[in-house]
């Protein structure tokens, strides 16, 4: 059975700290994606990380990705509070076909 | 263009009735996906199709479900009859599947079943 587990679930910060959101699977797969939702909203993309290595980065959001170790990572570095929110790893089967992760809802505290 | 488009963005219906989810995915985009978002269960593929053909409907809880992509710029979710269980918000997303790209999620349809 296909496992996507995303830790930690929930996440208190404060404003200004770095943390990293880790994102582990269970299958083979070398494309994984990551994206935000706005409470009552839908998912939007972050990143699209497509190889062994891959590394993205998009202002205090940097994912990499290490499919042998099967682990992705979603790193915040000085957290605003603007970037409250959930975020959710997907792992790519093939042809697009996404498996999301529970998710990890994100507060970031003044 | 408009991104992916569902309608309606809210339903509320009773036990026993029939619910109909409408999608219309990105021009041009050959894969559409259901996603039911729930807070128990998180976010779960229902079924995926890839040029309007239903490629994995394993995530179909129940024969109550049926889905169906009768050409590439529409597709349907049914429930038929529905119940409380149901209520859920239901996402559909497409995206091109030869393209190193992602899905894009339309703004989903919040289903209420009482």
């Known amino acids: 059975e296909l496992k996507v587990e995303q830790n930690p679930l929930f996440l208190s910060m404060q404003e200004g700290k770095n943390y990293t959101i880790y994102c582990n699977y269970s299958?083979?797969?070398?494309?994984l994606y990551w994206y935000r939702q706005d409470p009552g909203k839908s998912l939007e993309s972050l990143f699209v990380?497509?190889?062994?290595?891959a590394v993205k980065q998009e202002g205090r959001l940097m994912a990499s990705l290490d499919t042998k170790a099967r682990l992705s990572t979603l790193h915040i570095t000085a957290a605003v509070h603007d970037l409250s929110a959930t975020y959710f790893c997907?792992?790519?089967?093939?042809?697009?076909?996404?498996?999301f992760g529970a998710g990890t809802r994100l507060t970031v505290k003044p | 263009d408009a991104g992916v488009i569902q309608s309606p963005r809210h339903e509320v219906t009773e036990m026993g009735q029939e619910v109909t989810l409408r999608c219309k995915p990105i021009?041009?985009?050959?894969?559409l996906f259901w996603y039911r978002q729930t807070m128990m269960r998180g976010l779960e593929l229902l079924i995926y199709?890839?040029?309007?053909?239903?490629?994995?409907d394993s995530g179909m809880p129940e024969d109550r479900f049926s889905a169906k992509m009768p050409n590439a710029s529409f597709s349907t979710l049914k429930i038929q009859p529905s119940e409380p269980r149901d209520s859920a918000v239901y996402f559909c997303?497409?995206?091109?599947?030869?393209?190193?790209?992602?899905?894009?999620f339309g703004q989903g349809t919040r289903l209420t079943v009482v």
């Open positions: 997303a497409s995206s091109l599947v030869a393209g190193a790209i992602e899905a894009f």
């Open positions: 990380l497509l190889s062994n290595g």
């Open positions: 997907a792992v790519d089967l093939g042809f697009n076909d996404m498996r």
């Open positions: 199709f890839n040029n309007n053909v239903p490629i994995d």
């Open positions: 021009s041009g985009h050959n894969s």
């Open positions: 299958t083979t797969s070398d494309r």
